[in-house]
């Protein structure tokens, strides 16, 4: 049992668990350090996989998380379009770089629990990390979200997969397409495709990276033959080395009839690499945030389609308010009532981003989960 962040530390205000270091699990992680309290987070997983995910970023996104401007030479998280792997990026140099915040991985969290003083995250391996809070960033799959939701712990599978690839500009021939940013529909396909800053950060044509994401609703049956559906359940993302070639041949053989280029050579390029993803599409409208001393974050917490294109923003906006309502003068048996107060303002707003991505998924796939 490790209590050593629970213990009083002079300049600190108390301690707090993160369950999971992905984007909101590291924002939180910031916001807590900035407003004083010592951040132990704990990572299942070393592996972050290079997928064409995008996100919109705001401008000084890192300041307002950290409360500092970034220092010489120290992570920036640029503004725009940025892809998702280098937005983790800078997000986990900020936090390595923060002597408050100590981080565990492999470390998986199998258990969470509390009682009047603390909280409490124990991992396979038997050790208890005790803390005044625990927040819950574990994403879709949450566990923290099985202590705090014990009757509604699950997201459910809406019906979908979305195919997504990254890919450099230098390796393609076509000419750019008009925009930034394609919506295309086709058939019973919607196809997401945007340009995103070159490795380098590089905005110029020819410099920059093309990412694509494939709403497909047709391969239900795929996804639940692989297991990474159960019982309506979304258990996992398919990486290439589990999709049948045979499926890979649909897919070239669809994208070359109804995609146009540049991205049906892109994603005929990534194809031909086997450099894609399926991950199947589950949405979780939350009854709560909170229990006790236990709260919920990002997608543990809300999981809209992706369609929405607010995930992310939603996760930064939960990591700040939960900072506001924890930064109060009470002392550390005042943390449920503060959590109470981040609920309070997140709760609504969550629930509205999750019932506009449900107007989609009803429409996109109107079999829904029992197809």
């Not at 995103?196 to 996804?223: E, F, H, I, T």
């Not at 236990?294 to 607010?310: E, F, I, R, Y």
């Amino acid at each position: 049992m490790t209590e050593d962040q629970h213990e009083s530390h002079p300049g600190t205000r108390g301690s707090a668990i993160v369950v999971g270091a992905s984007l909101a699990g590291l924002m939180s992680a910031l916001t807590l350090s900035r407003i004083g309290m010592r951040v132990t987070m704990l990572e299942r997983s070393t592996r972050k996989v290079r997928t064409g995910a995008a996100l919109p970023v705001s401008d000084g996104l890192l300041e307002r998380l950290t409360g500092r401007r970034p220092g010489r030479g120290a992570a920036v998280v640029p503004s725009g379009a940025q892809a998702w792997a280098d937005v983790h990026a800078s997000l986990r140099a900020a936090v390595e770089a923060d002597p408050r915040i100590s981080h565990r991985s492999p470390a998986r969290v199998t258990d969470v629990g509390q009682d009047r003083r603390s909280a409490w995250a124990v991992t396979d391996d038997g050790e208890s990390h005790h803390a005044d809070l625990v927040v819950g960033a574990d994403g879709h799959a949450s566990v923290v979200r099985r202590h705090t939701i014990p009757e509604a712990p699950d997201a459910t599978f809406s019906g979908y997969v979305i195919w997504l690839g990254l890919i450099d500009e230098r390796e393609i021939r076509s000419r750019p397409w008009s925009s930034d940013l394609a919506i295309l529909y086709e058939r019973d396909y919607c196809l997401n495709a945007y340009y995103l800053p070159g490795a380098d950060g590089s905005v110029s044509p020819g410099r920059r990276r093309l990412g694509w994401g494939w709403y497909d609703s047709g391969r239900n049956d795929l996804l639940r033959k692989c297991g990474a559906v159960v019982d309506d359940i979304v258990q996992r993302s398919l990486r290439s080395a589990d999709i049948p070639d045979a499926t890979f041949d649909e897919l070239a053989d669809e994208a070359r009839e109804i995609w146009p280029n540049p991205w049906r050579e892109v994603i005929l390029e990534c194809i031909s690499r086997r450099e894609v993803i399926g991950t199947p599409i589950g949405e979780y409208l939350p009854r709560r945030l909170v229990s006790g001393r236990v709260c919920l974050v990002g997608d543990a917490a809300h999981l809209p389609s992706p369609m929405t294109g607010s995930g992310f923003s939603a996760s930064a906006q939960d990591a700040l308010a939960l900072a506001e309502a924890l930064d109060g003068k009470g002392n550390r048996s005042s943390i449920p009532e503060a959590l109470r107060r981040y609920e309070a303002r997140r709760l609504d707003p969550a629930r509205q981003l999750v019932h506009s991505g449900q107007g989609f998924s009803h429409s996109f796939a109107p079999r829904g989960a029992a197809q």
